[in-house]
């Protein structure tokens, strides 16, 4: 990995604080030479209700407004895996795929692989090694789909 190479990254979550999505940040925070900006934020104001025209919205905008200026976004099978995140993933991949931006998926914590509904949504995966995590962020930004003209 190059030193001092800045990754801007969006890590998947459902608007609450995941164990999987902590661990990720505390083991990128420990890879040698690397400085990441996590773009991810899971928290909203509460006084917006997602389940309203105006809240639902705001929402929205306010996650696609995380996910539009990273490099990559880390799909968390463990978060995936809980039936109330998947509205806020699946619209995640959306908004991903909208803004032409590389998806990795990483298995739950304790888990080596990436089940086959995850794969799916992702352009390829990688276990817990974080070193491992932005190499192939690397070799995936270099393909056609995402380094060529858009």
């Given at each position: 990995m190059a030193q001092n190479k800045m990754y801007d990254l969006f890590v998947t979550h459902a608007w609450r604080y995941h164990d999987d999505?902590?661990?990720?940040?505390?083991?990128?925070?420990?890879?040698?030479?690397?400085?990441?900006?996590?773009?991810?934020?899971?928290?909203?104001?509460?006084?917006?209700?997602?389940?309203?025209?105006?809240?639902?919205?705001?929402?929205?905008?306010?996650?696609?407004?995380?996910?539009?200026?990273?490099?990559?976004?880390?799909?968390?099978?463990?978060?995936?895996?809980?039936?109330?995140?998947r509205r806020w993933l699946d619209l995640e991949v959306e908004m991903a795929h909208k803004h032409n931006k590389p998806i990795i998926g990483i298995p739950a914590l304790g888990e080596i692989t990436v089940p086959d509904e995850v794969k799916v949504l992702c352009d390829t995966s990688v276990g817990w090694d974080m070193a491992e995590l932005i190499a192939r962020l690397d070799e995936v930004r270099g393909l056609p789909k995402y380094s060529g003209p858009h």
């Amino acid at each position: 990995m190059a030193q001092n190479k800045m990754y801007d990254l969006f890590v998947t979550h459902a608007w609450r604080y995941h164990d999987d999505w902590s661990r990720i940040s505390e083991l990128l925070d420990k890879v040698p030479g690397l400085t990441w900006r996590n773009f991810s934020l899971p928290w909203h104001d509460p006084a917006m209700d997602p389940n309203t025209e105006v809240g639902g919205k705001f929402i929205r905008d306010f996650l696609e407004g995380q996910i539009i200026p990273v490099h990559g976004v880390i799909l968390l099978a463990g978060v995936y895996a809980v039936k109330s995140a998947r509205r806020w993933l699946d619209l995640e991949v959306e908004m991903a795929h909208k803004h032409n931006k590389p998806i990795i998926g990483i298995p739950a914590l304790g888990e080596i692989t990436v089940p086959d509904e995850v794969k799916v949504l992702c352009d390829t995966s990688v276990g817990w090694d974080m070193a491992e995590l932005i190499a192939r962020l690397d070799e995936v930004r270099g393909l056609p789909k995402y380094s060529g003209p858009h």
